[in-house]
């Protein structure tokens, strides 16, 4: 495996060459592209009514290799009828799930019943007329509905519709095992879930701190951003246990210049021990005030907690910050001395932050950070989570959610004429467990691979196992369809957002609402995920509440009651005359007004946690490589950190000489939820030393269900592991 120096740059290009290739050329490709639908990859938002790869700066062509990637897969021909009565349950177990993916498109409708060696299609009609059945036998709250976010607006809306209708508030999405903390947190700070700030913001902030993310392989598409706000003079501090090659430097393929030369990044990169950003940011904090750099007009004005703050801050010893965080002192300084200096700061953050078990404190301590200087509540500075599928922020706005807010459940209620239940609904994790429990019957997945994504991934298959019942809207095989078997398990095909017959909309993570004009199917037999659900509301429900199943096939119909039901979503109602996409108003902070009761924000207090591990354990955290989207494996390779196979532990080479190891020795990892066997150790300077990491989906096998008590977000960042030689290194060497 070749090392590459930069993220970006000609690999991408190649790959984007070959993929055309693969699809059936580069101008269907490219007229696949450039569709009126939004990108279907991350939640940086492109496409929509402007055309395919137009950003919200309105800037073309933006590209990446991710956006691709899912829209080649897409693109696959059809699964073989032949298919599943050739490969047996246990034999589609031994797939990998790049092997899975690569399968093809789904088309029929798919049936196991426990006991049964194989998948068998059936049609439609007797998949509907089955899962219809169940439900009608069953009591509502011993089911689950669970929804990725990469269906649509629409779709999202109705399954929680119908949910609740059915009598359930068993209703939740992939959020919770991904930005939850930060919806969590930024709530208790801020008043508001989602990030502050508009993309065009943060071109002009001459500071982005990026705390916990890896977008040159995830965001491709921030990268532009970051390379502009470097090429205006500003800095980019990245704070991250891991010096990750996009990271440092990166070559942006749509400037000539950036692409033969390459563009830095990090003007600063700390590295923390995994967990150690709270006593980090903690760290920044207490030196800010130190410097006098806070600014207290607006701490006094536009904040509350200030004094608890800042004697708190005073308290906190720095030996601690140091001990708790893995960052010496100097480098707390000069993250703080920058952060002084600068006049217009964004704060970014991703799974690094919210996948640990005080994910929500992490959250509230960036958000300290940045009031601390009064930057958010004005243009050009704020905060910014830096979302993950294309849709998760509009599924959480339209109600994918247990609990709604007030206003949305008044509004849901009088809108329909129904009442609706009041019990509390499960989030994702509870629902793995109440299952587990033996208390629920029945699960539906709109989209996603819940197995996969799961924590103690043999947990989660004996959880789903007692489930009498099933069904995932998917596009392509995955994991889930493998392992996740229930009673009877079924497996619908849908439409991607560029085959849908009608238009559906999608909300990127600066609040922009895109509106997808849907295109020609390219398989007989998926159907909308919308159709899918009205249709088992007309067959489950029809006759009991007063809702017409029959109209809600209608995307626009449903357009117009989220427009009635949900604030800021008012101009969806028109959206289809007006092809106008728009801003959720409320959300974007450019004045120093906070959504709170009182206006102000909330400065928040919090204890520094112990690092984990000593004891002969290092800390694991599961990460995607740059050739996965979530559980779907693309490639096999990890192109920015040179790795050429996913069954490995990437360990600092301290650390695989101080326990004994040889590099591309086989050895057992394991953790208090499983072990992994058969593992290759891979010395990796760029991490790090007391870390380690291993590729999420396969890591979960090691992932125990420990979660963040606020947002009930697994630490999927922070697992204690052993790693031991399968046979010791002595014997490999031939002593
Ligand atoms: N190509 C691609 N793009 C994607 C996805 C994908 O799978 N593939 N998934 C999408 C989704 S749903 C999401 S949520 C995002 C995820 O985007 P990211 O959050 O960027 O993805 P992860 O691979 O989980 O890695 C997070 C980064 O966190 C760092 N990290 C780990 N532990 C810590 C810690 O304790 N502190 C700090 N400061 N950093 C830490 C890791 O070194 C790594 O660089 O990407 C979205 N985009
Ligand atoms: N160990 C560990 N576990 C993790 C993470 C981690 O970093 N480490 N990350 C977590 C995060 S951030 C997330 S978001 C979750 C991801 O959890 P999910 O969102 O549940 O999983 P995905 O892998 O994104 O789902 C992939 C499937 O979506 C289906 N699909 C694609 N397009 C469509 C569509 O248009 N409609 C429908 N109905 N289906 C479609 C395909 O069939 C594909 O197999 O995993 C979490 N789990
Ligand atoms: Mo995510």
């Not at 090659?245 to 003007?267: M, Q």
Request: charged share 20%; glycine share 10%; hydrophobic share 40%.
């Amino acid at each position: 495996m070749k090392n590459v120096s930069s993220g970006g740059g000609w690999p991408a290009i190649w790959y984007t060459l070959r993929k055309a290739r693969e699809v059936g050329g580069f101008l269907k490709m490219w007229k696949a592209m450039r569709s009126r639908n939004a990108c279907k990859t991350c939640a940086l938002g492109m496409g929509g009514q402007a055309g395919g790869m137009v950003n919200e700066a309105g800037r073309f062509p933006e590209v990446c290799k991710k956006s691709l990637q899912a829209m080649a897969s897409d693109m696959q021909g059809a699964i073989p009828a032949s298919f599943f009565s050739t490969y047996s349950i246990a034999q589609l177990q031994c797939l990998s799930p790049r092997e899975l993916e690569s399968c093809g498109r789904l088309t029929q409708p798919l049936l196991h019943v426990r006991g049964e060696n194989f998948y068998r299609a059936i049609s439609w009609e007797e998949a509907l007329a089955r899962i219809a059945d169940k439900l009608r036998s069953l009591p509502a709250d011993e089911t689950f509905w669970y929804t990725s976010g990469r269906s649509s607006n629409e779709a999202g809306f109705l399954v929680q519709l119908f949910a609740r209708l059915y009598g359930t508030n068993n209703v939740n999405n992939c959020s919770y095992y991904c930005h939850q903390a930060s919806g969590v947190g930024l709530g208790a700070t801020l008043g508001t879930g989602t990030a502050t700030v508009l993309l065009e913001d943060v071109e002009h902030a001459d500071l982005v701190m990026l705390i916990g993310g890896n977008p040159a392989s995830n965001h491709p598409r921030l990268m532009t951003t970051l390379k502009r706000v470097r090429g205006k003079g500003g800095a980019v501090i990245v704070i991250n246990p891991v010096r990750e090659t996009g990271l440092v430097n990166f070559r942006v393929p749509s400037d000539p210049r950036s692409l033969l030369f390459g563009t830095k990044i990090a003007s600063l990169y700390v590295q923390p021990d995994i967990g150690g950003d709270l006593a980090l940011l903690t760290g920044v904090a207490k030196r800010i005030v130190e410097m006098g750099a806070t600014d207290e007009p607006f701490l006094r004005d536009h904040c509350q907690g200030w004094s608890e703050l800042s004697a708190h801050l005073r308290a906190t010893s720095w030996r601690d910050i140091i001990e708790r965080s893995g960052v010496a002192e100097d480098d707390i300084d000069a993250i703080a001395g920058r952060y002084a200096r600068a006049k217009n700061a964004v704060f970014a953050w991703t799974m690094g932050i919210t996948h640990h078990v005080h994910g929500v404190q992490n959250v509230e301590a960036i958000v300290n950070l940045a009031l601390l200087r009064g930057m958010i509540g004005r243009p050009h500075a704020g905060v910014m989570p830096i979302r993950g599928h294309s849709n998760v922020q509009g599924i959480g706005s339209i109600g994918v959610t247990p609990k709604l807010k007030d206003a949305v459940f008044a509004r849901l209620q009088s809108h329909f004429g129904v009442t609706l239940p009041t019990s509390p609904g499960l989030d994702t994790l509870a629902c793995v467990e109440t299952a587990e429990a033996g208390r629920l019957k029945f699960g539906c997945c709109l989209g996603g691979n819940l197995f996969g994504s799961n924590p103690d991934a043999a947990y989660a298959a004996r959880a789903l196992a007692k489930l009498d019942m099933i069904v995932y809207l998917n596009t392509t095989l995955n994991t889930g369809h493998a392992h996740g078997l229930a009673g009877e398990t079924i497996i619908l095909p849908v439409l991607a957002r560029d085959e849908e017959p009608q238009p559906t909309t999608q909300e990127s993570m600066f609040n922009f609402v895109r509106l997808s004009d849907g295109g020609p199917a390219r398989h007989a037999g998926p159907k909308s995920e919308v159709e899918v659900i009205a249709d088992l509301g007309a067959r489950v429900l029809e006759t009991s509440t007063p809702v017409d199943w029959a109209k809600m096939k209608s995307t626009r119909r449903i357009r117009e009651a989220i427009a009635a039901i949900v604030p800021g979503f008012e101009q969806l109602a028109a959206i289809d005359d007006t092809k106008r996409e728009f801003q959720i108003a409320g959300r974007t902070l450019h004045e120093p007004r906070f959504p709170t009761v009182d206006g102000r924000a909330r400065l928040k207090v919090h204890d520094l946690p112990e690092l984990a591990g000593g004891n002969g354990h290092l800390r694991l955290m599961t990460v995607r490589s740059e050739g996965q989207f979530n559980t779907v494996v693309y490639e096999d390779y990890d192109l920015y950190r040179g790795q050429d196979r996913r069954d490995v532990i990437l360990l600092n080479p301290d650390d695989v000489r101080r326990l004994g190891l040889a590099p591309e020795q086989l050895v057992t990892v394991t953790s208090e939820a499983g072990q992994m066997a058969n593992i290759l150790v891979r010395p990796f300077p760029r991490i790090k030393a007391g870390n380690a990491l291993m590729y999420y989906p396969e890591a979960n096998a090691l992932v125990p269900r420990r979660a963040d008590p606020r947002s009930r977000t697994p630490a999927f960042k922070s697992v204690l592991v052993r790693v031991e030689a399968a046979v010791p290194a002595a014997v490999v060497a031939g002593v």
